[in-house]
């Protein structure tokens, strides 16, 4: 899901129940300490009023900066006598530090009037007043402030993680001139290419079911909350999901229903069309004047695409922009909090306290306050495997070599090819790849880095890997995947994934907490772990145009090209590189019938088993540095 619950997973699940309790004790009074809070509805250039919380500091020593967040998940709590149980802002440091906190409610959301659009496309071009955009209410908003809360200096700073990384996103193309400084966090950016809809046209079923029960719920209690669309239980999504296909089940009576537009949005449109181009903010991110910090995680299942490709569309349409990237050893919105979670095959101090001290604050005090340094170089990613910050002065780094890594016969990932031989398996719907371990009421978020060999024994699962290795091998950047393939269907869906396999006298790790007063203690096995580091998806009908898709010829050779996310990662001496393929990835991504068809219309009789063919000139080609 998106960032919807993760204040609460922020100051709950990262910390032990009685430092929560002190830690939001602390927080709460020291907002009413030092903070006045007030609440207006600001009015847009189109009449439509806007809920706005403000919360400003009592001393009036000093003019202080603005620090603006816009959100659809709410700027609760509501009522001029409450507060909120965490600190505000992006971090504690920054509360600490004194600025004017605004959260606001965006059009159509809990309190705010108007009709709420997913993804507001942006208008370039305004001809009248009830031309509106996020740009242009983050404008009327600004302005407002300006002219209407006291002892401001003038300087407006803007942050966001998830959706509300797309309203930060969303106020850079013609800015307010008082925007200084904005940090775009795991903004949702291009919802078909590689965000939260679908991965190169392939529908992500588990996450969009669950977050449209809850964004497209009823308004109740005069804006304060939303009533699911539906209930459900299940104890286990694989099987749940197994029941629900085709798509058309969703809109049953017990689900949707049809009564959840985004939902019929979705599915209504599967090709990349106008929709989701309108909804592409990376082409509006032109002359961007204000410094700009876009911040991700390398384990991020919802929004890692957007993070990576916010920076690429902001570096290559507006090169004068003061632009860094930051990428963190976290999952989605994971360094908002106090601590990390820890991985079960997984082990590395938080990094979170880093980049509150050395990252966000310092950037916010510079741009905003002019206060202290930011000299922070393009690129600050954290390095895994070596599990140290690296910094760079391009992003991708700019001495990478490209190595082509093929999946050739007797299961080896060499440097030698054979496009003659193949390997082959029988992708079958009616018993498609998990895409984790275990049973799951919901997303089981560790699946980012989950041990693969309960994939790897399967025989709809392709593995190839390496020898020992002799040294360490970095690999900083993009991949590209270059697979030959045929079947017996018109279309298939070929998913890939790198994996660091681990040497089978590796080390383990134990772990120790209290959870309700009681002392628990986990000890982790890591020998011969098959450690995922970046997987993903591509819908073959799309090969040639995410426009117009093409069915595939039934037993023709055909080249699948795409690109995985980046990655920077130290496959260290003694452990071996590891390339899965397999033809689903169930219940994440919803299942490709094997036949060229409308997905979201078709009907069960469409499913189909496949033969599927991987010929060994296929290729992952990783970017190597030294």
């Not at 907002?31 to 001393?59: A, H, Q």
């Not at 697979?483 to 040497?503: E, Q």
Request: with cysteine; glycine share 6%; aromatic share 14%.
């Amino acid at each position: 899901m998106r960032f919807i619950l993760m204040v609460k997973v922020a100051i709950i699940l990262f910390l032990p129940v009685s430092l929560y309790a002190q830690r939001v004790n602390e927080d709460s009074a020291f907002i009413v300490n030092n903070y006045t809070k007030i609440e207006r509805m600001i009015p847009m250039r189109d009449g439509v009023r806007l809920f706005t919380s403000i919360y400003f500091p009592k001393e009036q020593n000093e003019k202080y900066p603005f620090l603006l967040e816009r959100t659809p998940y709410s700027c609760a709590p509501y009522g001029e006598k409450k507060v909120p149980g965490r600190w505000l802002g992006p971090n504690r440091l920054l509360m600490h530090e004194k600025y004017i906190f605004v959260y606001q409610d965006v059009r159509g959301r809990y309190k705010s009037e108007g009709s709420f659009d997913e993804m507001t496309p942006a208008k370039e071009v305004k001809k009248s007043k009830k031309d509106t955009d996020e740009s242009s209410d983050t404008f009327d908003t600004i302005e407002w402030l300006l002219k209407n809360v006291a002892n401001n200096n003038g300087k407006v700073g803007i942050a966001g993680i998830s959706y509300p990384g797309f309203y930060a996103s969303a106020s850079l193309p013609d800015a307010h001139p008082a925007i200084k400084a904005v940090s775009p966090q795991a903004p949702v950016t291009d919802e078909f290419i590689g965000d939260d809809a679908y991965h190169n046209g392939a529908f992500f079923l588990l996450d969009n079911f669950d977050f449209t029960n809850y964004f497209q719920g009823t308004r109740i209690d005069s804006g304060k909350d939303y009533k699911d669309v539906f209930q459900s239980e299940r104890p286990d999504a694989y099987s749940f999901f197994k029941t629900m296909e085709p798509l058309t089940k969703t809109n049953g009576n017990l689900y949707f229903d049809n009564k959840a537009q985004i939902w019929n949005e979705y599915l209504a449109h599967d090709t990349y069309d106008d929709y989701w181009k309108a909804r592409n903010i990376r082409t509006h991110l032109k002359n961007i004047k204000p410094a700009v910090l876009v911040v991700g995680g390398w384990f991020d299942a919802e929004d890692m695409f957007g993070s990576l490709h916010t920076y690429e569309a902001i570096k290559k349409q507006s090169p004068a922009t003061d632009l860094r990237l930051v990428m963190g050893p976290w999952t989605h919105g994971e360094w908002f909090g106090v601590k990390q979670f820890g991985f079960p095959t997984l082990n590395f101090e938080s990094q979170n306290q880093y980049y509150h001290e050395q990252i966000e604050t310092k950037f916010f005090n510079y741009y905003l306050k002019h206060k202290g340094d930011f000299k922070l170089p393009a690129a600050t990613v954290f390095e895994t495997g070596t599990n140290q910050w690296k910094h760079y002065n391009s992003w991708p780094p700019a001495n990478a070599v490209s190595k082509k890594m093929y999946l050739s016969g007797k299961q080896k990932l060499s440097q030698t090819s054979d496009m003659q031989s193949f390997d082959e398996y029988i992708s079958d719907p009616a018993n498609p790849v998990p895409y984790t371990n275990g049973v799951y009421s919901g997303r089981n978020n560790n699946y980012m880095v989950e041990d693969q060999r309960f994939s790897a024994s399967r025989p709809d699962v392709l593995v190839y890997e390496t020898d020992t290795l002799t040294k360490d091998i970095t690999v900083t950047g993009r991949l590209k995947i270059d697979m030959f393939i045929s079947t017996t269907g018109t279309d298939a869906d070929i998913i890939v994934k790198l994996i660091d396999v681990l040497p089978d006298h590796e080390p383990g790790f134990q772990t120790s907490y209290k959870m309700n007063g009681v002392r628990q203690t986990h000890e982790y096995q890591l020998a011969g772990v098959q450690r995922l580091q970046r997987a993903e998806v591509f819908r073959c009908k799309f090969r040639n145009s995410y426009e117009k898709p093409e069915p595939l010829v039934p037993g023709q050779i055909t080249e699948i090209k795409f690109e995985m996310n980046e990655i920077a990662h130290t496959f260290k001496k003694g452990h071996r590189l590891m390339v899965q393929v397999q033809s689903s990835w169930f219940p994440l991504v919803d299942l490709n019938p094997q036949k060229f068809t409308d997905i979201p219309t078709c009907s069960e009789n469409d499913f189909q088993k496949a033969t599927i063919r991987l010929y060994h000139n296929s290729s992952v080609t990783l970017p190597v540095t030294e």
